[in-house]
C-alpha cells in the first residue's frame, strides 16, 4: 500500500509538472548551481512585475535606441528611462555612462527595472581579434571561444552585457560582404563555431558579471542575398533552409544563446523580421527558444519597404505578432501599440510574452539584483598585456598557408634586407575590420606589418618599405620606388588586399578581384625576379588567379586585428607554423558563383572530356583554393583508415579513424577532417558534407590516431516529406586535410 501511494504520489507530480509551460517546469527541479538558483524563481518574479505596468511602461521594455559612435547617449534618453519607456540600448558604453543612466532607472523610475545595454562586439571590444572570418579559418572552437570570452570580460567592464554576436549566417556568396563576419559556407562548421562563440560570451551562466549575454544574427539565410548583394531577397526550399542555414541557429540555441536578432532579407516572399514560421514555428514552437528575439536595425519600420505593410501600424502589428519582442531603433511598438490593443489588431497576450522574455533575460543577467558594474574593471580589463597576447596567439591560428613553393617560407631572421611593400603594409585602420567596436578609431596601438617585421628582425637587417600603390587606386607612380626597393632586397614581402570598408555590412563587390592596380604592383616587383611573398589582407575570397599561379608564397590573414603584424611576422619567420584552414572556397571567376564544396552531383557531373557536361566553356569548374584547404612548413601523412563497422543499423554509430603522422622537420599543426558522401537517396544528396573535424598538433616524427563518431544526426537529411531521417544505403566516408582528396571508406546503414 505505503509503495502504491507513494508512487500514485510521484505520478501526480509528474502530472502536474507535465501541465506547467516548459519553462516554469525548471522550477519544480530542485535548483543546483547560481545560475539554475535565480532561474528557478524567475518566473513568479516576471508576471508579478507585469501584472504592475502599465502599456506604455510594456512597450517600453520593448524599444531600443541607439547611442551615438562614440558611446554618449542622447539628450531625450535619461528622460525616456526615468519614465520606464526604454529597455534598452545599442552602442552606449562606457562604465560610467552606463551606470548613470542605470541609476536613473533603478531609483527614479516606478518600477526599477534595469536598462539592458547592447554593443555590436563582434570580434572584441578594444582588443580586437581576426574578423570572425579569419578566426574561423583556425578551424579551433577552443580560439574562438577564448576570443569570445575576452571580448566579453572587456565588454561587460565598460557596461555593455550584450553583445549582436555570434553572426552565424552561412554565406557561399563571396560577392556579399557581410561573409566576412562569419564562419563561411559550412552548417556542421558554422554550428561548431556557433557554440563555441555563444559559450565564450555566455559562459555556463551569463548571469556571470564578466559576462555578456550572445544573440544569434540575422535569423535567418541572410547569406543567401541574390546576386550577393546585401539586403537582397533571399527564396530558397524549406529543405535548403532547415539543410544549411538554420543548423548555426539551432546550434546557438542548443548552447543557451540568450538572444537572436531578426534579419533584414524577406525569405520566399515573408521578410523575416515578420515571418511567424521561422520566428514562431521554429524559434518557439519547434526549438523551444526561450529568450528574445530583437529586430535589426529599423527591420520593423522597413517592413513597409518590403511592402508587407503599407502602414506604420501595420508594420509594428505583422513584426510583434510574428516574433519580434524588441524593435531596434524605429519607434512603431510605442507609436502605435496601445491604438493596436484599442482596435483588437494586437492582444495584450502578445505584448506581455514579449516583455516576458525580455525581462527573463534581464533576470537571467542579474541586473536586478546587481544593476551597476564595477567602474574599477576598464582600467584593468580593457587592453590587458594577457588580452593582446591572446589575440596575437588566435591571430597566427588564424592564418592560412595558401601556397609555399620552393619552401620560401619562413623567412630567415637574419636576412641581409627586407623590402616590405604595399599601402596595407603600413596600415593601422584596416587591419581591425570592419566591425571595430570601441577600436573604431583608436588605432595607434595597432601593429602593422611593418611594425612587426622590425620587431621581429635584428638591427643588422635592412628594411626597406614602399607603399607602392594605395588599395584601391589607379596611380602607379610609387611602382618605381617598389621595384627599387626589391631591388635593394634579399626578398620582398608585398602586402595586397582590400580595405576593411570593402567588406561588412553594405559592402557587397560585384568583382572578387584585387582592388586598384595591386596585381599590377605584384607583377613589377615579382619581374625583379626576387623571392616574392604575398600577405592577403582581406574580408572575403579574391579570384587571385596570377598571384595563385606566378607567386612562390602566399599567406592569408583577413584582417588580423590589434596585433596583426606581430601575429603576420610570428608566422613569416618561422615562430609559429602556420595551421589554419579556409573555411570558405576561393573561386577561379566571380562567374562561378555560388561555389561550394558540398554540391550537388547533377545529372551530368563535369568531365573535361565530354563537352556535354556541367561546366564552363571559358574557366574550370574546380575552385582556386577548396573548403578547408591550408598548408603548412612541415609535412602529415595520414594512412590506415578504420571503421569500427561495415554496416550499421539507422540509430546506429560508427566511428572513423585514421592515424596522422608528422613527417616532417618542424612541429606543426594539422587540421584532420571527415567528410561523408549519402552514395543514393530518395533527395539528392552533396557530393560530400562535412561531420568532423580536429586541429592536432604533432611534434615531427610523432603519430596519432585521430578519431571521429558519426550518428544518426550526422547521416540523417530531411525527406521528400521534411522529415528528418537516416536512409538505408551505402555510404562514403573520406578523412584528409582538406575538402579534396583524403583516404576512402565504405560503410552500409542497413533496416536489420
Ligand atoms: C546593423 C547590422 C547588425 C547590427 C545592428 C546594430 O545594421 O545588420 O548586424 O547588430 O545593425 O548595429
Not at 540575422?218 to 544549411?244: C, F, K, P, Q, W
Amino acid at each position: 500500500m505505503e509503495l502504491a501511494k507513494t508512487a500514485s504520489v510521484a505520478l501526480a507530480l509528474i502530472l502536474f509538472a507535465s501541465t506547467l509551460p516548459a519553462f516554469s517546469v525548471r522550477a519544480v527541479a530542485p535548483p543546483h548551481s547560481a545560475a539554475q538558483q535565480r532561474r528557478a524563481n524567475v518566473e513568479p518574479r516576471i508576471n508579478a512585475l507585469i501584472a504592475r505596468m502599465t502599456v506604455e511602461e510594456k512597450l517600453g521594455q520593448l524599444q531600443q535606441l541607439d547611442g551615438d559612435v562614440d558611446g554618449s547617449f542622447r539628450a531625450e534618453h535619461p528622460d525616456l528611462v526615468r519614465r520606464g519607456l526604454l529597455g534598452s540600448f545599442l552602442n552606449v558604453r562606457g562604465a560610467k555612462r552606463v551606470n548613470e543612466l542605470q541609476r536613473i532607472a533603478m531609483n527614479e523610475s516606478r518600477l526599477k527595472i534595469p536598462v539592458l545595454f547592447g554593443y555590436d562586439v563582434i570580434h572584441g571590444y578594444r582588443t580586437i581579434f581576426p574578423v570572425p572570418l579569419g578566426e574561423a579559418s583556425s578551424w579551433s572552437p577552443a580560439d574562438a571561444e577564448r576570443a569570445a570570452r575576452i571580448a566579453a570580460r572587456e565588454a561587460s567592464a565598460a557596461g555593455v552585457r550584450w553583445t549582436f554576436a555570434p553572426m552565424v549566417d552561412i554565406a557561399r556568396d563571396p560577392r556579399w560582404g557581410r561573409i566576412v563576419e562569419g564562419a563561411g559556407e559550412d552548417p556542421y562548421f558554422g554550428s561548431v563555431m556557433a557554440r563555441a562563440r555563444v559559450r565564450g560570451f555566455q559562459g555556463a551562466d551569463y548571469g556571470d558579471p564578466t559576462r555578456v549575454v550572445a544573440c544569434a544574427k540575422h535569423y535567418v539565410a541572410y547569406g543567401a542575398a541574390e546576386a550577393g548583394r546585401d539586403y537582397n531577397t533571399t527564396d530558397m526550399s524549406e529543405t535548403t533552409l532547415r539543410e544549411i542555414y538554420l543548423p548555426p541557429f539551432k546550434a546557438a540555441v542548443d548552447a543557451g544563446v540568450g538572444t537572436f536578432m531578426s534579419a533584414f532579407n524577406d525569405l520566399n516572399g515573408v521578410p523575416t523580421s515578420a515571418n511567424p514560421f521561422t520566428l514562431t514555428e521554429i524559434l518557439r514552437n519547434e526549438w523551444k527558444f526561450d529568450g528574445f528575439v530583437v529586430s535589426d536595425y529599423e527591420s520593423v519600420k522597413e517592413l513597409m519597404n518590403h511592402r508587407l505593410a503599407d502602414t506604420e501600424a501595420a508594420a509594428a502589428r505583422e513584426a510583434l505578432n510574428a516574433g519580434v519582442d524588441i524593435e531596434m531603433v524605429s519607434r512603431l511598438y510605442n507609436k502605435h501599440g496601445a491604438q493596436l490593443l484599442r482596435e483588437n489588431k494586437l492582444s495584450m497576450n502578445t505584448i506581455d510574452e514579449a516583455v516576458r522574455r525580455v525581462l527573463r533575460v534581464k533576470f537571467r543577467l542579474g541586473l536586478f539584483e546587481n544593476p551597476y558594474v564595477d567602474e574599477a574593471r576598464e582600467a584593468t580589463e580593457i587592453l590587458s598585456r594577457e588580452h593582446l597576447r591572446a589575440a596575437r596567439e588566435v591571430a597566427t591560428r588564424s592564418m592560412v598557408l595558401l601556397k609555399n613553393e620552393r619552401e620560401v617560407l619562413p623567412l630567415a631572421k637574419t636576412l641581409r634586407s627586407i623590402a616590405v611593400i604595399g599601402a596595407l603594409a603600413n596600415d593601422q585602420k584596416n587591419l581591425i575590420g570592419s566591425w571595430s567596436a570601441d577600436a573604431l578609431g583608436k588605432t595607434d596601438n595597432v601593429i602593422t606589418l611593418l611594425a612587426g617585421i622590425k620587431a621581429k628582425v635584428g638591427a643588422e637587417t635592412k628594411i626597406n618599405y614602399a607603399k607602392g600603390c594605395e588599395i584601391a587606386c589607379d596611380n602607379v607612380d610609387g611602382f618605381a620606388e617598389a621595384v627599387r626597393a626589391a631591388s635593394e632586397s634579399d626578398v620582398a614581402i608585398i602586402a595586397i588586399g582590400e580595405s576593411a570598408e570593402m567588406s561588412g555590412e553594405a559592402a557587397s563587390r560585384s568583382s572578387l578581384d584585387l582592388p586598384g592596380r595591386q596585381l599590377d604592383l605584384v607583377k613589377a616587383v615579382q619581374a625583379t625576379g626576387k623571392p616574392t611573398v604575398i600577405v592577403l589582407m582581406n574580408g572575403r575570397p579574391l579570384t587571385i588567379n596570377w598571384i595563385a599561379e606566378n607567386s612562390s608564397a602566399i599567406l592569408e590573414t583577413w584582417f588580423a586585428g590589434t596585433e596583426a603584424g606581430n601575429a603576420i611576422a610570428d608566422v613569416l619567420f618561422g615562430d609559429i607554423n602556420p595551421g589554419g584552414k579556409l573555411p570558405v572556397t576561393f573561386p577561379r571567376h566571380v562567374g562561378q558563383i555560388p561555389l561550394y564544396y558540398n554540391h550537388k552531383s547533377t545529372g551530368r557531373p563535369p568531365d573535361a572530356k565530354n563537352k556535354y557536361t556541367s561546366k564552363y566553356l571559358d574557366v574550370d569548374v574546380t575552385p582556386l583554393f577548396p573548403f578547408g584547404h591550408g598548408l603548412s612548413y612541415t609535412q602529415f601523412r595520414l594512412a590506415n583508415l578504420q571503421l569500427s563497422a561495415q554496416r550499421i543499423r539507422p540509430d546506429g554509430r560508427l566511428t572513423a579513424s585514421v592515424e596522422v603522422e608528422n613527417t616532417g622537420r618542424r612541429a606543426g599543426d594539422e587540421v584532420v577532417q571527415l567528410y561523408i558522401r549519402d552514395v543514393a537517396a530518395s533527395v539528392t544528396r552533396p557530393v560530400r558534407e562535412l561531420k568532423g573535424f580536429e586541429r592536432i598538433s604533432l611534434r615531427p616524427g610523432e603519430r596519432r590516431r585521430v578519431t571521429f563518431t558519426l550518428t544518426p544526426e550526422s547521416l540523417g537529411f530531411y525527406d521528400r516529406e521534411m522529415r528528418f531521417r537516416v536512409e538505408p544505403g551505402a555510404f562514403k566516408v573520406f578523412i584528409g586535410t582538406s575538402s579534396v582528396g583524403g583516404l576512402e571508406g565504405d560503410f552500409e546503414v542497413a533496416d536489420k
